[in-house]
């Protein structure tokens, strides 16, 4: 593993919380994930998990320590920076889908594209339509998301994650609203993303199996790394 491209570091990354009294969410994590791994971050509820996955993400900057993403530091850029790197580099996918259920699969899939205007309408509309040719919905592209089932809907929400080609995919909690069924369709896609496709996905997960499943599990307790372990 060492000798492959490290896509993700931490050095010394700690969090505090104020309310209702100061404690340290995060304390003192370092390491390192590494392009095309498939890494899952486990612990109970409270162990800090779901706080380090916003630190990584660049959405909350208020922590200590250092952040690097494809060898840039990006602890200390400014806000338009970070969601530059955000729209280019990190694809998000999250227990509750947050499509927009009036809109077409089709649309919620380009909309990310679209937003980042590096490309033509019609380059995204086929961009779109190639990821969901990877997670078998493109007969779905016209519908409402309103009108999908549940695992439905969430495999809109990984091509809509997929859409700009971002270095890494975070989840928090992907299966967490699946049946087994769904789940195993969504381990399933996400090993052909990071094995077949190059790209990273980090994941919090209270699914042991899911987690198993993985290359690579990362276990939290009180903020702290307790284990690592590979999976395969």
């Given at each position: 593993?060492?000798n492959?491209?490290?896509?993700?570091?931490?050095?010394?990354?700690g969090k505090?919380f104020y309310?209702?009294?100061?404690?340290k969410?995060i304390?003192?994590?370092?390491?390192?994930?590494?392009?095309?791994?498939?890494?899952?971050l486990?612990?109970?509820?409270?162990?800090?998990?779901?706080t380090l996955l916003y630190?990584?993400?660049?959405?909350?900057?208020?922590?200590?320590?250092?952040l690097?993403?494809?060898?840039?530091k990006?602890?200390?850029k400014k806000?338009?920076?970070?969601?530059?790197?955000?729209?280019?580099?990190?694809?998000?996918?999250?227990?509750?889908?947050y499509?927009l259920?009036?809109?077409?699969?089709l649309m919620?899939?380009m909309?990310?594209?679209?937003?980042?205007?590096?490309?033509t309408y019609e380059e995204?509309?086929?961009?779109?339509?190639e990821k969901m040719?990877?997670?078998?919905?493109?007969?779905q592209?016209?519908?409402?998301a309103?009108k999908?089932?549940?695992?439905q809907?969430q495999?809109v929400?990984?091509?809509?994650?997929l859409?700009n080609?971002?270095?890494?995919?975070m989840?928090?909690?992907?299966?967490?609203?699946l049946?087994s069924?769904n789940?195993?369709?969504?381990?399933e896609?996400?090993?052909r993303?990071?094995h077949e496709?190059?790209?990273?996905?980090?994941?919090?997960?209270?699914d042991?199996d899911?987690a198993?499943?993985?290359?690579r599990?990362?276990?939290?307790a009180?903020?702290?790394?307790?284990?690592?372990?590979?999976n395969?």
């Amino acid at each position: 593993m060492n000798n492959r491209e490290i896509i993700l570091h931490t050095n010394s990354v700690g969090k505090y919380f104020y309310d209702p009294i100061k404690f340290k969410a995060i304390d003192d994590i370092s390491f390192d994930v590494y392009k095309g791994e498939f890494l899952t971050l486990v612990g109970k509820s409270g162990s800090g998990k779901s706080t380090l996955l916003y630190c990584l993400s660049t959405m909350d900057t208020a922590y200590e320590g250092e952040l690097y993403i494809k060898g840039e530091k990006v602890t200390g850029k400014k806000p338009n920076e970070l969601a530059n790197i955000r729209n280019c580099t990190i694809g998000f996918i999250f227990q509750f889908h947050y499509l927009l259920p009036e809109f077409s699969c089709l649309m919620n899939i380009m909309l990310p594209a679209l937003k980042l205007n590096k490309y033509t309408y019609e380059e995204v509309e086929q961009r779109a339509y190639e990821k969901m040719k990877l997670l078998d919905i493109e007969d779905q592209a016209l519908k409402p998301a309103s009108k999908l089932s549940g695992g439905q809907q969430q495999r809109v929400a990984i091509a809509r994650a997929l859409i700009n080609d971002p270095a890494i995919i975070m989840c928090d909690e992907p299966t967490g609203n699946l049946d087994s069924k769904n789940t195993q369709i969504v381990f399933e896609i996400f090993n052909r993303i990071c094995h077949e496709l190059g790209q990273t996905i980090i994941a919090v997960t209270h699914d042991l199996d899911f987690a198993k499943a993985s290359d690579r599990t990362i276990e939290l307790a009180d903020g702290k790394i307790i284990s690592t372990y590979e999976n395969n």
